[in-house]
């Protein structure tokens, strides 16, 4: 066996993935300082979503006052943006590279089509299932955590952070929501990969093998729970609503990007903006690798990280067998 890259795939990034610096021996500043730059300078995911948070908590969040007493009126506001927002984003994510096809193939990892039947699917179809439990129960349950942190702020159960008290910690909690969902996916994904919470919750976001942009959220209301529960944590440690609203926002709209099923948006000739990783893509595939992301490599100290070639996939095959006799 050796470093080839896999078949059976339409697009193959350069392999073997290479974890975060910060976790490679020895260490190299200058590789760490690329890291961090292209994760978020530019054009990318998560400088847009901070983009989007301003946006969201400028213009179309109630006041925080108004949170102090549960009413219909603001709570509607919020569910109402949040839908927009999904449908903006996964929506047009799934019209551009599969409705309309703008980009072709190129930077798509599976060559093959989103699957237009199944008995698996609620309601007979991959894309039509996706966007039920996307828009019905993951759009739901944001807003409702999303309503559940507003209120506990404008009340004072959460403790508050503002830009004028604490500026460095106020841009310090946007580096470090991305770092604390790394950590907290890996454990939850893990978690309902155990077969008893996988054939009863998580299975319904496996139904995609071959994934979409809709695919992202599509999950179980007990997954949405457990998933978007990561926001929990502003009950300890401080933030500000437009940190609530980018670690929500975060998590529910990369959950659509991350899942485009390619590698980045093509702008002449050019991949413009990152979008899907090979790394998620092959754990959708292979289902026991990858559980969590390249940022915190759990994956590689527990013996489950997929790096898209030969080797790596007679190791994962191998491992598969162990697990399936045990």
């Given amino acids: 066996m050796d470093q080839e890259p ?34 978020w300078f530019l054009i990318t995911e998560k400088l847009i979503i901070v983009g989007i948070a301003f946006v969201s908590f400028y213009w179309f969040q109630p006041p925080l ?13 919020m569910y109402v943006r949040n ?48 966007m039920f439990w996307t828009l019905a129960s993951g759009v739901t349950i944001w807003t409702a955590y999303e ?22 910690w106020f841009v310090a909690m946007f580096l470090l929501i991305p770092i604390w969902e790394s950590f907290y996916f890996y454990w939850i994904h893990r978690f309902l990969h155990i077969p008893f919470f996988y054939k009863h919750i998580h299975a319904l976001h496996h139904r995609n093998i071959n994934v979409g942009p809709w695919s992202g959220l599509s999950m179980h209301p007990v997954e949405h729970v ?19 609203l980018f670690h929500l ?25 990152a979008l899907g990783t090979f790394h998620h893509q ?6 026991e690798c990858n559980y969590g992301s390249l940022e915190i490599p759990w994956d590689k100290f527990f013996g489950s990280f997929h790096d898209g070639t030969t080797t790596a996939d007679a190791r994962i095959k191998e491992r ?5 006799r045990s």
């Avoid at 508050?160 to 500026?167: F, G």
């Avoid at 998590?251 to 990007?257: F, G, N, P, Q, S």
């Avoid at 092959?282 to 289902?287: E, I, L, N, P």
């Avoid at 598969?320 to 399936?324: E, P, S, T």
């Fill in 6 to 39: 896999l078949k059976g795939w339409n697009h193959v990034p350069a392999v073997p993935l290479q974890v975060s610096p910060f976790f490679r021996w020895p260490l190299r500043p200058l590789e760490m300082l690329a890291w961090v730059w292209n994760s």
């Fill in 65 to 77: 006052a108004e949170s102090k007493t549960l009413a219909f009126g603001w709570i509607t506001e």
């Fill in 83 to 130: 839908l927009v927002l999904m449908i903006a984003v996964a929506g047009g994510l799934h019209l551009y590279f599969y409705t309309f096809t703008k980009q072709g193939k190129e930077l798509r990892y599976d060559p093959r089509p989103l699957m237009k039947n199944g008995r698996q699917f609620t309601l007979g179809g991959q894309i039509k299932d996706n």
């Fill in 147 to 168: 309503v559940l942190m507003f209120w506990a702020l404008a009340n004072g159960y959460a403790p508050l952070l503002t830009w004028a008290a604490h500026p460095v």
């Fill in 226 to 244: 457990i998933f978007l529960g990561s926001v929990l944590i502003h009950w300890i440690v401080a933030a500000h609503p437009v940190h609530i």
């Fill in 249 to 273: 926002q975060y998590y529910t709209l990369t959950a659509a990007t991350t899942h485009t099923g390619f590698e980045g948006l093509v702008v002449k000739d050019e991949n413009r903006l």
């Fill in 282 to 287: 092959m754990h959708h595939r292979y289902f």
């Fill in 320 to 324: 598969r067998k162990r697990m399936a």
